[in-house]
Nanobody, 123 residues
Framework: QVQLVESGGGLVQAGGSLRLSCAAS?????????MAWFRQAPGKEREFVAH????????HAEDSVAGRFTISRDNARNTVDLQMNSLKPEDTAVYYC???????????????WGQGTQVTVSS
């Protein structure tokens, strides 16, 4: 089984920064998994934020966060981070870490999920 645990959420003013971290563990976790961040705002569907290949060489971010959010991973520590800068009120959501065998933009493509961490951006 695989466990993903997110941390780093909180309340921040618009224009501020937060860094989310996801720690992966479990007997079946593989560093070859693609890691991703998704978010879900109240009343909305879960949406893709960014993903990163197992090597860390390839990343992709959703258009609304590209240039503001940066995804990175440390395979020695089994962690994946999301650095969020220039935060906007519309970034308010629960942020989820996910792991799966291939890069994808839809939640169903990922096999493992964390419990989520709340990010609230005040105007």
């Amino acid at each position: 089984q695989v466990q993903l645990v997110e941390s780093g959420g909180g309340l921040v003013q618009a224009g501020g920064s937060l860094r989310l971290s996801c720690a992966a563990s479990g007997r079946t976790f593989s560093i070859y998994y693609v890691m991703a961040w998704f978010r879900q705002a109240p009343g909305k569907e879960r949406e893709f934020v960014a993903h990163i290949s197992w090597s860390g060489w390839r990343t992709h971010a959703e258009d609304s966060v590209a240039g503001r959010f940066t995804i990175s991973r440390d395979n020695a520590r089994n962690t994946v981070d999301l650095q969020m800068n220039s935060l906007k009120p519309e970034d308010t959501a629960v942020y989820y870490c996910a792991a799966g065998p291939r890069a994808a933009l839809i939640p169903v493509s990922y096999d493992y999920w964390g419990q989520g961490t709340q990010v609230t951006v005040s105007s």
